[in-house]
Nanobody
Framework: QVQLVESGGGLVQPGGSLRLSCAASRMIFSGNAMAWYRQAPGKQREFVAR???????VYADSVKGRFTISRDNAKNTVGLQMNSLKPEDTAVYYC?????????WGQGTQVTVSS
């Protein structure tokens, strides 16, 4: 069964931090690079960060130095530590494999950065 469950979003002030978590089914997670994506209102979904099975990471320029992606291969989970948050980080955040393997997305988790 294909499953992705994101959690950890919320409302935070500019400069604050949040940690997102994604629980993935083994079909998507095992042996695959995983990524976080986000979609702001009125915009297309965009790439945020990627991590390979071996732990190599890539970040979008807009989050480099502020966000850290991680994975736990024993638990099939992916994390995203977000620091120094800005209003432009406001979006629904999703995790999935990269490249995409299944045409399936979880419900996402809303992150709102506002004073």
């Amino acid at each position: 069964q294909v499953q992705l469950v994101e959690s950890g979003g919320g409302l935070v002030q500019p400069g604050g931090s949040l940690r997102l978590s994604c629980a993935a089914s083994r079909m998507i997670f095992s042996g695959n690079a995983m990524a976080w994506y986000r979609q702001a209102p009125g915009k297309q979904r965009e790439f945020v960060a990627r991590i390979t099975g071996g732990g190599l990471t890539v970040y979008a320029d807009s989050v480099k130095g502020r966000f850290t992606i991680s994975r736990d291969n024993a638990k099939n989970t992916v994390g995203l530590q977000m620091n120094s948050l800005k209003p432009e980080d406001t979006a629904v955040y999703y995790c999935n494999s990269l490249p995409l393997i299944y045409d399936y997305w979880g419900q996402g988790t809303q992150v709102t950065v506002s004073s």
